[in-house]
């Protein structure tokens, strides 16, 4: 009986696969395509050179130049060179303006800072709830514009109808009683004072915040393990990791203060006197009330130089302090 041999299928080939393409040759860029991306830049750069560079150097070349009203119709300036900060330099009511505005913005920063990063620790330790509450509270405080802000104050403590006036007077202190507090120096400077330390403290604080985030929680259990309090884990922990950001706020804070011009222009215009009067104050004075554009220009000249100074000095001391740590 035959047997059914099955038939042996034919051996597979390997099924070859198509050879790869050449990679097509991209075509070098042309000169249109290279300038694409500073043409999309370049009206951010002009208007950064026209509302920025040009009105600086605007005003380096007026506090050279003899720049009064006469000057300012016409056209016709003339060089004068140093003269204009000669001038400055020998005015003793200058100096005077100079001391009440270092004083002005040492006061002002070392509140802000000590406020900000109290109200920082305040807000880490906080629950959900109260987090948002406060962080909201800052938030609307910070968005409240100058000129409103500066109004408001102005109401609180005006003579008659103040509520300051009418709560102290409630309290007992009829002394009080239609007091006028932009009438005294004292009392002005610190109005203003507490009004650009609420004004800073908002921004400052969540920054802060936002930097105590960042921070690993082990460093703070290792330290609570070795016996430290809350004074020393600050000092030894939070604040050599959030130097940098130390330094930033700092920074912009006495960027802040040293240029406080609307909050004082609004509420005193420099007075009683010159009480509340600092530099950029001081600058618009001069070249408004006597026409003298080109003292006000050299006096904005100076409060450059020196706020820039007091930044080199404490960038200078902080990179020394970080050099020493290493």
């Known amino acids: 009986m035959p047997v059914a041999v099955e038939p042996t299928s034919a051996p597979r080939t390997p099924r070859q696969r198509p050879a790869p393409r050449p990679a097509a040759r991209r075509k070098p860029a042309g000169r249109a395509h290279g300038l694409w991306p500073y043409a999309l830049i370049a009206p951010a750069i002009g208007g950064m050179l026209y509302l920025l560079v040009y009105p600086l150097v605007r005003a380096v070349l007026i506090s050279f130049q003899d720049f009064r009203l006469r000057q300012l119709i016409s056209g016709n300036a003339e060089f004068v060179g140093l003269r204009n900060y000669r001038t400055l330099l020998a005015d003793p009511r200058f100096w005077e303006v100079v001391r009440r505005t270092f004083l002005f913005m040492a006061v002002n920063v070392v509140l802000i800072m000590v406020i900000a990063t109290l109200v920082a620790l305040m807000v880490e330790r906080l629950r959900r709830v109260g987090r948002t509450v406060v962080l909201c509270s800052l938030v609307l405080a910070w968005a409240m514009p100058v000129v409103a802000a500066t109004t408001v104050f102005q109401w609180l403590f005006h003579s008659e109808f103040g509520i300051v006036n009418w709560s102290l007077t409630s309290l007992g202190l009829d002394s009080f009683e239609r007091y006028p507090w932009f009438a005294n120096g004292t009392a ?15 921004f400052a604080a969540i920054t ?119």
Do not use: C, N
Not at 188 to 202: E, G, K, M, N, R
Not at 243 to 269: C, G, H, N, Y
């Open 188 to 202: 002005a400077f610190a109005i203003l004072v507490t009004l650009i330390v609420w004004q800073s403290v908002p």
């Open 208 to 326: 802060l915040y936002s930097a105590l985030t960042t921070v690993p929680l082990e460093l703070y259990e290792s330290a609570r393990l070795d016996g430290a309090g809350a004074g020393r884990i600050f000092r030894s922990v939070t604040f050599p990791m959030l130097r940098p950001i130390f330094l930033l706020v700092f920074s912009l804070e006495v960027i802040w203060t040293f240029k406080a011009f609307v909050q004082i222009w609004v509420m005193t215009r420099g007075g009683p006197g010159d009480a509340t009067t600092i530099l950029p104050v001081y600058a618009v004075q001069t070249a408004l009330s006597s026409q003298r554009y080109d003292l006000g220009s050299a006096a904005s000249m100076i409060t450059v130089v020196l706020m820039s100074g007091v930044l080199v000095l404490y960038f200078r001391q902080m990179f020394r302090q970080e050099d020493e740590t290493r």
